[in-house]
């Protein structure tokens, strides 16, 4: 049976904007990953079948219950833990009970659950909340746990169908761990969003949102991936054979006018010799004969031209970056950054020394000092001790991508960062990026999410000075799958030092890394008592 169904479904904001134009899609039972480009209205359609947004035309049917993670959770920060799960009413009852102060509403508010505090400590245990009370304030919690505790408030609801829009995000590798056990242990439908490779390795079906539709592929993320490329391999060698074969249908017509002009060369040298009426039936007849020759070959090359754009039509066209950044380049032998005695303002002492061009990975739970760590190293806090040599040009990639101003151009903001390029050196550099010159002219505001990415990664390796070390913090949160592509294809023609805090598993490897820092287990050495 279906989970989800949309009929005719489309949705304009109240700007004009159109996002789905006449979608019709049944989504299947069983666990489905949505994937698709930034901008394509994936968290738009999640919203729409949770009701949080109702459609400009269309309907959705379904279960009668959608349980339903946004990708920005936001909670009041002086709610209780009860109240997030929608338990506080019944645990107060219980415990009015408990103190002999029960009325007759407490006993009907609780019901049969007289166990629920051990069914929500369990419940906990399972999204690795067990350290939380039920009393415990949202405000006090960090941004992962506030992620598991509404993942548990859903699981503890137990809808009929159960939609997640990036659920990893912000997640520690523990934390997304966790998640994805949550997952497999879900025995409903689940609809997702996902850039987070892992989890997208658990679902039953890919749903891919491409040109105004959903096409759906059987199988996890690594299947359709597999079937993709077969199926654009055999795309490009359809390709290759329709221009083999218009290239063979306009030779041939090319041939066939050759024929023609001979042949009436030859029929005017003989008409001299016949009288005119049977010159003038010979005329007419090779023109008709002429034009059905050369009709008939037009026709095959417009035909053939035809199934070429047809082939072309089912190749895609999703580029990546290719950029060779020479002048990033760091000689192995530099020293890049270099430590002296630092500790972090969190207390925990740590020892960086880079050379040459390494990639690092800089990894550990939330909480560990990540970005505590590339903040003090970016001078933005002072340590508690020690210091920081940092001895070539660096840039830094935030998590929100706050490079440019929404109100400027594209174009002025790399320019801001690299003003000594010319503007035709910048257009060039930036077409490099898929950013094209429509795109460079345009305020940074009205971007979609994968062209300001984009536009921030620009900025970054176009800036002058060159950056020799680049650091990246958490880069793929809030980007789709291409762009994650796209950000590994580009990081392929950095040459100089890279530092990335991420708990992406599939950016690490792809990264190619020289080695890893991990600040929790760094934190657990630091943490052991001295042998006496």
Known sequence: MPSLVCSHLSFSWPSGESVLDDLSVTFPAGRTGLVGRNGVGKTTLLR??????????????????????????VLE????????????????????????????????????????????????GEFGLSELTLERRIGTLSGGQVILLALASLFLAQPDVLILDEPTNNLDRGARGLLYQAVQRWRGPVVMVSHDRELLDLVDYIGEMRDGAIRFFGGNFTAYTAALEVEQE????????????????QRELAEARIKLDRRQRFARSQAENVPKIIAGAKKRAAEVSA????????????????????????????????????????PRSRDVVVTSDLVLRNGLAVSLHVRGPERIGLVGPNGSGKTTLIDTLTGRIEPLGGRVDLRVPFRL??????????????????ARHAPGADTNTLRAQLARFLLNAATVARPVGSLSGGERFRASLAT???????????????????????SVRQLTAALGGYQGALLVASHDEQLLGD??????????????????????
């Open 291 to 330: 034009g059905k020759l050369r009709g008939g070959h037009q026709a095959d090359v417009a035909e053939a031209r035809q199934h070429l754009e047809a082939a072309e039509e089912r190749l895609r066209d999703d580029d990546v970056i290719r950029v060779d950044l020479a002048s990033t380049r760091v």
């Open 234 to 249: 055999a795309a490009a060698r359809g390709v290759r054979s329709a221009e083999a074969d218009l290239h063979r249908q």
């Open 511 to 532: 990264l190619a890394l020289d080695r890893r820092l991990d600040l929790g287990e760094l934190a657990e050495e630091q943490a052991e008592p001295a042998e006496e």
């Open 397 to 414: 990639l935030p998590q929100r991508l706050q490079l440019l101003s929404d109100d400027e151009t594209v174009l002025a903001g790399v």
């Open 48 to 73: 729409i079948l949770a009701g949080e947004l109702t459609p400009s035309a269309g309907t959705v049917s379904g279960p009668d219950t959608v349980g339903f993670l946004p990708q920005q959770i």
């Open 77 to 124: 920060e002086d709610r209780t833990v009860a109240g997030v799960l929608g338990v506080e009413a019944a645990v107060e009852a219980l415990h009015r009970i408990d103190a002999g102060a029960g009325q007759p509403a407490d006993f009907e508010v609780l019901g049969d659950r007289w166990d629920i505090e051990e069914r929500l400590a369990a419940a906990l």
């Open 460 to 482: 970054l390796l176009l800036a002058e000075p060159a950056p020799q070390l680049l650091i990246l913090d958490e880069p793929t949160n809030n980007l789709d799958l291409d």
